[in-house]
């Protein structure tokens, strides 16, 4: 089983340069989230979705855009990375009904130059 | 506003020793309530769960954690530590949005 898959798993940007993060699950979890790990402070909520076409803003949604066109993807967008962006991200993703726990991806490690 | 507050940043034990990582939450209903481990450059994996019923949860690789809602805390423990148990754990609560609120982590390293 794949679980939930994070690609690129490094990546290094210049200012100002745009990216997408992908992530992409294959258990039919509708609902899917994106966090930042930085240290000292834990995960911090991005994004998530309830299912297609349902995004809304977590804790930390600046300077990031979502869309969620499929059951499966989830992509995370920087339209003019910074470097305060510099960070370990993660996707996660579970059922929605009840509360279940969290799958997370193995991360992408983002440094912005 | 939903929080978890890990103390401990950084703990050192003995191989063999006993453990204990605390977790102080702030929520104002019902917590549901999680520790995850995370390896060096890795994602985080689902130690245990708390949702109700019995206070006292068994997890996986040997571990349990106490709910106690007068304290507001749910602390992990182990019995005998082993080197493979060096990583960093993650407290979490699901409040607001249904998201994870996690802790800040503590770090455990494990001396031979």
């Known amino acids: 089983n794949a679980g939930v898959t994070q690609t690129p798993k490094f990546q290094v940007l210049k200012t100002g340069q745009s990216m997408t993060l992908q992530c992409a699950q294959d258990?039919?979890?509708?609902?899917m989230s994106w966090y930042r790990q930085d240290p000292g402070m834990g995960l911090r909520l991005i994004h998530y979705?309830?299912?297609?076409?349902?995004?809304d803003q977590g804790e930390v949604p600046n300077g990031y855009n979502v869309s969620r066109s499929t059951t499966e993807d989830f992509p995370l967008r920087l339209l003019s990375a910074a470097p305060s962006q510099t960070s370990v991200y993660f996707c996660?993703?579970?059922?929605?009904?009840?509360?279940?726990?969290?799958?997370f991806g193995d991360g992408t490690r983002l440094s912005i130059l | 506003a939903q929080s978890v507050t890990q103390p401990d940043i950084h703990i050192t034990v003995s191989e063999g020793a006993s453990l204990e990582l605390r977790c102080n939450y702030s929520?104002?209903?019902?917590?549901?309530l999680f520790w995850y481990v995370q390896s060096p450059g890795q994602g985080l994996q689902l130690l245990l769960k708390?949702?109700?019923?019995?206070?006292l949860v068994q997890g996986i690789k040997g571990f349990e954690a106490e709910f106690k809602r007068s304290q507001s805390s749910f602390n992990l423990r182990k019995p005998s530590v082993h080197w493979s148990d060096a990583a960093e754990y993650f407290c979490?609560?699901?409040?607001?949005?249904?998201?994870?609120?996690f802790g800040s982590g503590t770090r455990l390293q494990v001396q031979p």
């Open positions: 996660a993703s579970r059922p929605v009904e009840g509360i279940q726990p969290q799958h």
């Open positions: 258990m039919n979890h509708e609902y």
């Open positions: 979705s309830v299912g297609a076409g349902i995004t």
């Open positions: 929520y104002g209903a019902t917590p549901y």
């Open positions: 708390y949702f109700s019923g019995d206070t």
């Open positions: 979490a609560v699901i409040g607001g949005r249904r998201a994870l609120t």
